[in-house]
């Protein structure tokens, strides 16, 4: 259901029970992507959310530049394919020049809000083009962070780092990552 924020909200005050579980089934591009900004950083935190998995590059893209994106998150679909085809635009391939994943510390489960219970010194930084190299490089990390902490496996709820790779938004193939360690 649409909350203040939504492009649609003010209209459909009058006609839909807020207090049911109907969702609606549009989403809109936020004005700040398609008509203000010119080039997009992508600076998201690495974190865990049991609604979409992973919350890297891929997501926090994806969902910050749409409304109404509740309607893509947790079981049965988990942001896949939502989360990929909100990023198959020409529009934003074209404004998005780098993707800065901060993993300094890391939130592995308790997510989307801030629960340093879940946190860990990571100590890395993400720094490129391609968000869906990024975010497979970093699910394994945050995977062994979770076994450490004796929390179940991420599972299914991030496919959509691979969906995203056969829609051809970036590679999870390693051979095709260069990867370089910085002292």
Not at 148 to 166: D, F, H
């Amino acid at each position: 259901s649409l909350i203040w924020g939504d492009y649609q909200f003010s209209a459909s005050l009058n006609s839909f029970d807020f207090d049911s579980d109907h969702i609606l089934s549009r989403s809109y591009y936020t004005q700040f992507v398609t008509q203000i900004c010119t080039k997009i950083i992508n600076v998201p935190v690495l974190s865990y959310s049991e609604l979409f998995g992973i919350d890297g590059c891929l997501s926090s893209l994806a969902l910050g530049s749409v409304d109404n994106n509740r309607r893509f998150l947790g079981p049965p679909s988990y942001g896949d394919p939502a989360i990929d085809e909100i990023l198959d635009q020409k529009f934003i391939r074209r404004k998005v020049v780098v993707h800065i994943l901060d993993a300094l510390v890391a939130q592995c489960a308790g997510g989307p809000a801030f629960n340093p219970q879940f946190c860990q010194s990571f100590g890395a930084l993400y720094v490129g083009r391609d968000p869906v190299a990024i975010d497979s490089l970093a699910l394994p990390r945050l995977e062994k962070m979770r076994r450490q902490m004796n929390l179940p496996s991420v599972g299914n709820t991030s496919s959509y780092v691979r969906s995203a790779a056969v829609l051809s938004l970036g590679t999870t193939d390693r051979r095709r990552i260069q990867f370089l360690r910085v002292p």
